[in-house]
C-alpha cells in the first residue's frame, strides 16, 4: 500500500524519467539484446528469429583467427601507451604551469592547449595527414633542413604507433591537465606558508605540499582509467590508417567495423564487439569499485 | 616579498619559454592548415607556405563551396545541431531532476540511475545498435543521428550532481506551496542552475557538430551526410593514396581544397571556443560538487 501510495505521488517523477528513458530503452537495451545475434549466423534476409542457431562457433572462430590477436595486441600496447604516457603528461604540464604568476601568460597557455580537445578526429586528421605528408607536408620539410630524409610517419609500422599516441596527447593533455589544476587551486595556502617559516625553497614546497596535494585524484584519475585499456580510440585510428598499418594500427573497434559493416559478417563482429565489451565491463566495475572503496568516489 | 634564487630565476626562465613552445605547438599545425588553404597551388607546391599565406587566393573556397554537396551536408549539419541539442537539453534536464531526488522522497530513484550507468558502460555493439535503426526505418534520416544518442548520459550525472548541491529547501518550499513538480523544475532549478545547463549545452553542440560515424553507417545516400561524414570522406580517403604514391604531383592543388575543407569544419568549433572556455571548467568541477 506504502509503495503505491509513493508511487502516485511521484507519478509525475515516472514520467520525466520515463520520456527520456524509453529512448535509452530502445537505442541501449533493445540492442543489447541484439548481441544473441553472436550466437547465430545471421542473415539479413532469413531476420533475426530464423537465423540458424551455431552456439559458441563465431566465437571459437574468432580465438583461432589470427587477425584477432593481432588486433588485441595492437589494442593494448595503443590504449596500454596512451594511458600511461596520457597520465603524466598533463600531471608535470599542470606543475609548471602551476608555478607561473602571471595571469595573462596561464589563461593564454590554456587557451591554446584547450583547443584541439573540441576537435573532432576527422579534423585532426585532416590535418595530421597534411603535416606528417612525404609529398611537401611541413614536418617533413623541417626534417629536410636538418638533412633526414622524409618519413612516411603514416605508412610505415614502425611510426605508425607513435604517431597515435603523441597526436592523442596533443589532443587530451590540456583538457586532462583541467582536474589538476583545480586540485591544485584547492590546496590550502597556509601550508605554503607554513613550509616558508620552515625553511622550505619553491623546490621542497612542490615536493611536500603540491605533490601530496594532488596524488589523491592522480591516484583517482589514474584507477577510473584502467577501465579504457580496451579502447585505444576508434575515431583517431579510423581517420588516419590504412591497409599498409593494419599490423601495427588495427584495433578491435576498426577490426568489428570492417568485419561487420564492411564484409557483411555481422555475427562473427558482433561475437568479437562482444567480448571486448564484456572484459571491458569487467575492468570498468572493478574501477569503480576501487575507487568508491579508497577515495569514496561516487558516480552520482 | 619572497627570495628568487639565481637558480629559480633560470627554472622559471626556461619554464615560461617551454610552456610557450608547449602552447604554440597545440596551435600552429591549425596556423599552418589555415595559411595553406589561402596560398597558391605553386607557393604550396614549393614549399614556402608555413604559418603565413603566400600569394594570398581565396581561390580554394570559392572552389569548394560551387560545390553543392559541401552545401547540403552543412545543411544538415545545422539542423541536427538545432533539432539534436534541444532534444539533448530537454531529455537532460528532465533526467535529472528526478534522479537528484533522495531515494526515500523517490522510490526507485537509485534503480533508474543504474539504469542509465549500465547503459554508458555496456553496449550491445554496432551491429545490434545498426538492426535496431534499421528496423525502426530511421535509416537515411534525420532521425537517426538524433534519437540514438538523445540521452547524453554522462550530462545527466553532471546536471543531476549540480541539482543536488542546490539547497533542498528551495524547491521544497516551491513544493508546499502548491507547485508541482513540473512547475518546480522549470521555475525553480532551471533558472537557477543556468550556467551548468549553458555549458552542457556547448558540450552538446560541439558533440552533434563534430559526430561523423554515425552519418556514415546511418545515411545510405552520401547526400543525406552531415558535414562531418561528408569531410570525412573527402579529406580521409584521397590521402590514404596520397601516401602510397610520393611522386603524385597533382595531388598538391588538392591540398589547398582539404586544407579549406577542413578549416569550414572547424569554424563553427573556434567560434563557440570563447564561450566554450569560459565555461567548461565550471563544467568539469561541476560533476565533483557532491554533498
Known amino acids: 500500500m506504502r509503495e503505491l501510495r509513493n508511487f502516485l505521488l511521484n507519478k509525475s517523477l515516472h514520467l520525466m524519467v520515463w520520456i527520456g528513458m524509453i529512448f535509452v530503452v530502445v537505442f541501449s537495451y533493445v540492442p543489447m539484446l541484439g548481441i544473441i545475434i553472436s550466437f547465430k549466423q545471421y542473415r539479413p534476409v532469413l531476420g533475426f528469429m530464423k537465423s540458424k542457431w551455431v552456439g559458441w562457433d563465431n566465437f571459437s572462430l574468432m580465438l583461432k583467427l589470427p587477425d584477432f590477436y593481432q588486433v588485441v595486441t595492437n589494442t593494448l600496447v595503443i590504449a596500454g601507451l596512451k594511458l600511461t604516457i596520457g597520465f603524466f603528461v598533463p600531471i608535470v604540464f599542470a606543475l609548471l604551469l602551476n608555478e607561473v604568476r602571471l595571469m595573462w601568460f596561464k589563461k593564454t597557455v590554456q587557451t591554446f592547449v584547450y583547443l584541439p580537445h573540441f576537435m573532432s578526429w576527422v579534423i585532426l586528421g585532416g590535418i595530421l595527414t597534411n603535416i606528417l605528408s612525404v609529398n611537401g607536408g611541413i614536418v617533413n620539410n623541417l626534417l629536410g633542413w636538418f638533412g633526414i630524409d622524409p618519413i612516411m610517419f603514416l605508412g610505415s609500422n614502425a611510426w605508425f604507433r607513435p604517431v597515435l599516441i603523441v597526436s592523442d596527447i596533443w589532443k587530451e593533455f590540456g583538457f586532462s591537465m583541467i582536474v589538476y589544476l583545480a586540485a591544485l587551486a584547492g590546496i590550502n595556502p597556509a601550508l605554503y606558508e607554513a613550509a616558508v617559516i620552515d625553511g622550505a625553497n619553491r623546490w621542497k614546497q612542490t615536493l611536500y605540499v603540491t605533490l601530496p596535494g594532488i596524488v589523491p585524484i592522480m591516484a583517482l584519475v589514474a584507477t577510473l582509467s584502467l577501465g579504457g585499456i580496451l579502447n585505444a580510440g576508434f575515431d583517431q585510428v579510423f581517420n588516419l590508417y590504412n591497409p599498409i598499418v593494419y599490423e601495427t594500427g588495427d584495433i578491435i573497434d576498426t577490426y568489428v567495423y570492417r568485419m561487420g559493416l564492411q564484409q557483411t559478417q555481422y555475427s562473427f563482429a558482433t561475437a568479437v564487439g562482444l567480448s571486448k565489451s ?15 572503496k579508497y577515495a569514496n568516489y561516487r558516480i552520482f | 616579498m619572497e627570495y628568487t634564487s639565481p637558480l629559480r630565476k633560470l627554472f622559471l626562465g626556461f619554464n615560461y619559454i617551454f610552456l610557450l613552445l608547449t602552447g604554440l605547438l597545440c596551435l600552429l599545425p591549425f596556423v599552418h592548415v589555415l595559411a595553406q588553404s589561402f596560398s597558391s597551388a605553386v607557393s604550396i607546391a614549393s614549399r614556402e607556405v608555413t604559418f603565413w599565406p603566400v600569394e594570398f587566393t581565396t581561390a580554394s573556397y570559392n572552389l569548394i563551396f560551387q560545390e553543392s554537396k559541401l552545401l547540403t551536408a552543412m545543411g544538415v549539419s545545422v539542423q541536427r545541431v538545432l533539432i539534436g541539442v534541444a532534444v539533448n537539453m530537454l531529455l537532460t534536464v528532465l533526467l535529472a531532476y528526478p534522479l537528484a531526488k533522495e531515494d526515500q522522497r523517490f522510490r526507485g530513484r537509485t534503480v533508474y540511475a543504474w539504469m542509465l550507468i549500465f547503459a554508458m558502460i555496456f553496449s550491445g555493439g554496432l551491429i545490434p545498435l545498426y538492426l ?54 522549470f521555475r525553480i532549478y532551471v533558472p537557477l542552475s543556468m550556467p551548468a545547463i549553458a555549458t552542457l549545452t556547448l558540450f552538446s553542440i560541439v558533440g552533434h557538430w563534430n559526430s561523423w560515424f554515425d552519418g556514415i553507417i546511418f545515411m545510405n545516400d552520401p547526400v543525406n551526410y552531415p558535414l562531418s561524414s561528408y569531410l570525412q570522406t573527402v579529406i580521409i580517403p584521397i590521402d590514404i593514396t596520397a601516401i602510397n604514391s610520393i611522386e603524385d604531383l597533382g595531388l598538391i592543388s588538392d591540398r589547398s581544397l582539404k586544407d579549406a575543407q577542413i578549416i569550414v569544419g572547424a569554424l563553427p568549433i573556434l567560434a563557440i571556443y570563447p564561450f566554450l572556455q569560459r565555461f567548461f571548467v565550471k563544467g568539469i568541477i561541476l560533476g565533483s560538487v557532491k554533498e
Open chain 2, 132 to 185: 535496431v535503426v534499421n528496423n525502426l526505418q530511421l535509416m537515411d534520416t534525420l532521425w537517426a543521428l538524433i534519437l540514438p544518442g538523445a540521452v547524453p548520459i554522462y550530462n545527466v550525472v553532471l546536471l543531476l550532481n549540480f541539482f543536488r548541491s542546490l539547497p533542498k529547501e528551495i524547491g521544497e518550499s516551491a513544493f508546499i506551496d502548491g507547485a508541482g513538480h513540473w512547475r518546480t523544475l
Open chain 1, 278 to 292: 564484456l572484459v571491458s565491463l569487467i575492468l570498468m566495475a572493478i574501477a569503480y569499485r576501487l575507487a568508491y
